[in-house]
């Protein structure tokens, strides 16, 4: 595993954590739960993209 990717989703974390308190303390609650959402979604595609990358490589490893 990268130690990059692990960087990454945390940076991701800790944008949306801020943008989230200030939208939620000036009273933009909705808009804080989609910029969650949005973050929760950019962190699985990533996720997607590294198990997606794992089986393949567990693919040609075994010939399969």
Do not use: H, P, Y
């Not at 989703?9 to 910029?35: C, D, F, H, P």
């Amino acid at each position: 595993m990268d130690i990059d990717l692990i960087f990454k989703i945390a940076a991701i974390g800790i944008i949306v954590a801020v943008l989230n308190q200030l939208l939620v303390r000036s009273g933009r609650e909705e808009q804080a739960l989609m910029v969650t959402l949005a973050g929760l979604v950019i962190v699985m595609m990533v996720m997607v993209q590294q198990i997606s990358d794992l089986f393949a490589l567990t693919k040609s490893l075994f010939n399969l």
